[in-house]
Nanobody, 115 residues
């Protein structure tokens, strides 16, 4: 079994920042990639960021220049630094883990950007 524990969500004003964390534990044999997705009410889940085992980070154009993904390999933890947040960034953010032995998701953490 693999467990993902997310933290760091909350309410922030437009232009503000938040840092999400996701710690993985359990039967982790080999990590291919870790990442973040988000889902806003009434919308499909969308990809936000990915970082591979060699440290290659990618983000979509919608968050490029504002969101940064990083990881601590020793702690099996991935982070998402979100700056210049906009109301349209409001969503539940999910951590994703791509392992040799399968794909796993966190329980989600709410991010609300509002004045």
């Amino acid at each position: 079994q693999v467990q993902l524990v997310e933290s760091g969500g909350g309410l922030v004003q437009p232009g503000g920042s938040l840092r999400l964390s996701c710690a993985a534990s359990g039967s982790i044999f080999r990590i291919f990639a870790m990442g973040w997705y988000r889902q806003a009410p009434g919308k499909q889940r969308e990809w936000v960021a990915t970082i591979t085992s060699d440290g290659t980070a990618t983000v979509p154009g919608s968050v490029k220049g504002r969101f940064t993904i990083s990881r601590d390999g020793a702690k099996n933890t991935v982070y998402l630094q979100m700056n210049s947040l906009k109301p349209e960034d409001t969503a539940v953010y999910y951590c994703h883990l791509n392992l040799l032995n399968g794909d796993y998701w966190g329980q989600g953490t709410q991010v609300t950007v509002s004045s």
